[in-house]
Each structure stands twice: as structure tokens, then as C-alpha cells.
T-cell receptor, first 111, second 113 residues
Framework: GEDVEQSLFLSVREGDSSVINCTYTDSSSTYLYWYKQEPGAGLQLLTYIFSNMDMKQDQRLTVLLNKKDKHLSLRIADTQTGDSAIYFCAESGTGTYKYIFGTGTRLKVLA | SQTIHQWPATLVQPVGSPLSLECTVEGTSNPNLYWYRQAAGRGLQLLFYSVGIGQISSEVPQNLSASRPQDRQFILSSKKLLLSDSGFYLC????????????FGEGSRLTVL
């Protein structure tokens, strides 16, 4: 079945770049997403990428997709303390209503 | 604009008691609806999804059930809670035409003692 994996923790210093990685198994994935979860709250969509794209940039966020290796990454430039949260990678495929999420990566930004 | 409401926000229940979590969506019609559970270290687990009234797909066999009595109402239930049912439950919706984004409620934290 589908599976999405992420490392559990990442710690960076304020002002540095953060790179959060994700691997997925479903080769029929059409959309790949990054969601952010603040403490005690629901998830909010940060950005997404279509499977026919290699890269997408949105202000401080850069998403890279390596379809061959089924690897997705999220780079946050100039990381701020407000970026501290849990980041979830997710995928969905054409013809399915299911969104499969990873375990989430807890990003801690040190001042 | 569309909004999603989920309640109660916090719930403490004894083992063996029933459960009912409710979710409603406003400002849209015929949404896809989802229940996820978030447990420590296990990420977000899809429990149920629904593409229409009375249509429920179950992803994980367990003692939970879901119902969709109205177009924009999604209910998560249990007749007898287990300790392992503790977690953070999230309701979400997406448009039927599948533009890609899931919109989440604020979550319900369930503690079973």
C-alpha cells in the first residue's frame, strides 16, 4: 500500500536554511503536499507540487521533487522562530480521494 | 467563505464509554469529508472518508465508526472506547472536483482513562 516517510526531528538556528525530507512509495501520486501544524491546531497547506514538476518556489519555500527516487524535500530559507512547527508531507493520486500523510517532522528553530 | 467546525475540542472519557465527535462544513456543497487521527510518533492516520451522504470508506479496522447523515456533517463514533483510542482527531474536507487541498478543522483531543 501507500507509505510516506519522514524523519521525526530537525533543529536549525534562526537565519539558517531548513531542509525537510520525505520519501513516498506510490508511483501513481499526482500531487505532493507540504502541510504545517502549529501546536494544538489543525494542519494548513503550505505548498504543493504536481508530479510532472521538478521544482516549485514560493517566497521562502522551495519544493524539490525527484520522481525517480520518489523523494520530496521542502527548503525553508532564512528560517525564523515562527517556523517552529510540525511539517507533514502528503501525497494523493488521480482517481482516488485519499490523502496519505507522513509521520511529520518536528522543526525546532533555535534563536 | 468556507469554514469547518469540529467539537468538542477536548474530551476525557473512561474506557468502555461511548464517543461522538462531530464535524460540520459551511460555505460549500457536496464536499469530500475525512477523519484522521494523530497519535504521538505515528503521524496522521486516515480513518474514514466520505464522498457523499451515507457513503463511508473505512481505512483502518477498529472499534470506531463514521456516519454522514447530512451533506456537510460528519460524525465519528464508538460504542466502547479503548485506551488506544486516545489521540488528536482531525476532520477535513476537500472539493469534489479534487483541486488538491485538504482543509482541516482545529482538532479534538481525546484522552481515554
Amino acid at each position: 500500500g501507500e507509505d510516506v516517510e519522514q524523519s521525526l526531528f530537525l533543529s536549525v538556528r534562526e537565519g539558517d536554511s531548513s531542509v525537510i525530507n520525505c520519501t513516498y512509495t506510490d508511483s501513481s501520486s499526482t500531487y505532493l503536499y507540504w502541510y504545517k501544524q502549529e501546536p494544538g491546531a489543525g494542519l494548513q497547506l503550505l505548498t504543493y507540487i504536481f508530479s510532472n514538476m521538478d521544482m516549485k518556489q514560493d517566497q521562502r519555500l522551495t519544493v524539490l521533487l525527484n520522481k525517480k527516487d520518489k523523494h520530496l524535500s521542502l527548503r525553508i530559507a532564512d528560517t525564523q522562530t515562527g517556523d517552529s512547527a510540525i511539517y507533514f508531507c502528503a501525497e494523493s493520486g488521480t482517481g482516488t480521494y485519499k490523502y496519505i500523510f507522513g509521520t511529520g517532522t518536528r522543526l525546532k528553530v533555535l534563536a | 467563505s468556507q469554514t469547518i467546525h469540529q467539537w468538542p475540542a477536548t474530551l476525557v472519557q473512561p474506557v468502555g464509554s461511548p464517543l461522538s465527535l462531530e464535524c460540520t462544513v459551511e460555505g460549500t456543497s457536496n464536499p469530500n469529508l475525512y477523519w484522521y487521527r494523530q497519535a504521538a510518533g505515528r503521524g496522521l492516520q486516515l480513518l474514514f472518508y466520505s464522498v457523499g451522504i451515507g457513503q463511508i470508506s473505512s481505512e483502518v479496522p477498529q472499534n470506531l465508526s463514521a456516519s454522514r447523515p447530512q451533506d456537510r456533517q460528519f460524525i465519528l463514533s464508538s460504542k466502547k472506547l479503548l485506551l488506544s483510542d486516545s489521540g488528536f482527531y482531525l476532520c477535513a474536507w476537500s472539493v469534489q472536483e479534487f483541486t488538491g487541498e485538504l482543509f482541516f478543522g482545529e482538532g479534538s483531543r481525546l484522552t481515554v482513562l
